[in-house]
T-cell receptor, first 114, second 113 residues
Framework: GAGVSQTPSNKVTEKGKYVELRCDPI?????LYWYRQSLGQGPEFLIYFQGTGAADDSGLPNDRFFAVRPEGSVSTLKIQRTERGDSAVYLCASSLGTANTEAFFGQGTRLTVV | GQQLNQSPQSMFIQEGEDVSMNCTSSSIFNTWLWYKQEPGEGPVLLIALYKAGELTSNGRLTAQFGITRKDSFLNISASIPSDVGIYFC?????????????FGKGTKLSVKP
């Protein structure tokens, strides 16, 4: 596609449920990033993939959060046993993966845990 | 921990006015990035700076990488209504990967026609 695509655009879930958020990066981009943005804050890094492998997952807040990118393209962010504090906009970005190349962000998925 | 301090937090200006915002850090960095985010959208890169003292323009936007490598500013000249949005500075996390960026809290810009 022309840009980074994230689905769904909005997700409302009940506390304790499991959710999956999907990211389709720009074709040919080897690097993929997940960020979380709370209201009134800047994006916070979660995890970075180079190809199929997680090159840096130091931003994942706890073991309820997990992300995969099995074929080096589409990525899924998975959140188990959701909590109200997980409510935020989850942003995905992709880039060519070489140094100093621009990361292009998707529109995000707004997750609301009730 | 590593933090970026952005100021001002918000700005309300008249169309046609010039705008200046800045970002400071207690740590030294090799890169400064400036992004703009509009409602319901992801951040979009405006300007990237890679060298101390570097001054870079992108249309009406000008950004500079401070000589001390601990600060950067972004100027917008002759503001227009479509400049409305939140402007973020960002840095690569020290010791982190190239995708691990630290963002400031943003400067929210409102432009009155």
């Amino acid at each position: 596609g022309a840009g980074v695509s994230q689905t769904p655009s909005n997700k409302v879930t009940e506390k304790g449920k499991y959710v999956e958020l999907r990211c389709d990066p720009i074709s040919g981009h080897t690097a993929l990033y997940w960020y979380r943005q709370s209201l009134g804050q800047g994006p916070e890094f979660l995890i970075y993939f180079q190809g199929t492998g997680a090159a840096d997952d130091s931003g994942l807040p706890n073991d309820r959060f997990f992300a995969v990118r099995p074929e080096g393209s589409v990525s899924t962010l998975k959140i188990q046993r959701t909590e109200r504090g997980d409510s935020a906009v989850y942003l995905c970005a992709s880039s060519l993966g070489t140094a100093n190349t621009e990361a292009f962000f998707g529109q995000g998925t707004r997750l609301t845990v009730v | 921990g590593q933090q970026l301090n952005q100021s001002p937090q918000s700005m309300f200006i008249q169309e046609g006015e010039d705008v200046s915002m800045n970002c400071t850090s207690s740590s030294i960095f090799n890169t400064w990035l400036w992004y703009k985010q509009e409602p319901g959208e992801g951040p979009v890169l405006l300007i990237a700076l890679y060298k101390a003292g570097e001054l870079t323009s992108n249309g009406r936007l000008t950004a500079q990488f401070g000589i001390t490598r601990k600060d950067s500013f972004l100027n917008i000249s002759a503001s227009i209504p479509s400049d409305v949005g939140i402007y973020f500075c960002a840095q690569a996390k020290v010791g982190g990967s190239q995708g691990n960026l630290i963002f400031g809290k943003g400067t929210k810009l409102s432009v009155k026609p």
